[in-house]
Nanobody, 123 residues
Framework: QVQVVESGGGLVQAGGSLRLSCTAS????????MGWFRQAPGKEREGVAC????????YYADSVKGRFTISRDSAKNTLYLRMNSLKPEDTAVYYC????????????????WGQGTQVTVSS
């Protein structure tokens, strides 16, 4: 059974940085395309970053391009999201999941989600 546990969120001032982690069980992160998604209050969940199965290509939503970096550590079976220059509009619960596609939009392959990790950016 696939399970993911997201961590690393918190409260940060605008312009600050955070690194989110996603530890997986029941799957190996370098076997699938993996992505980060977020859901802000009152909004639909959106894909923000994706890395392909081979780890060669990464894709980002326009809203985070140049500020967020997705990466993975195969030895730790962990996916990361480095977030720099955070903005109040980045405030959301962040989730990781296997992705169905990375381009042109990032969509999830799975119907179930982890508990997510809350990121709050103050102005």
């Amino acid at each position: 059974q696939v399970q993911v546990v997201e961590s690393g969120g918190g409260l940060v001032q605008a312009g600050g940085s955070l690194r989110l982690s996603c530890t997986a069980s029941g799957l190996t992160v370098d076997t699938y395309a993996m992505g980060w998604f977020r859901q802000a209050p009152g909004k639909e969940r959106e894909g923000v970053a994706c890395i392909n199965a081979r780890g060669v290509y990464s894709y980002y939503a326009d809203s985070v391009k140049g500020r967020f970096t997705i990466s993975r550590d195969s030895a730790k079976n962990t996916l990361y999201l480095r977030m720099n220059s955070l903005k109040p509009e980045d405030t959301a619960v962040y989730y990781c999941a296997r992705t169905q596609q990375c381009y042109p939009t990032i969509t999830s392959r799975d119907n179930s989600w982890g508990q997510g990790t809350q990121v709050t950016v103050s102005s």
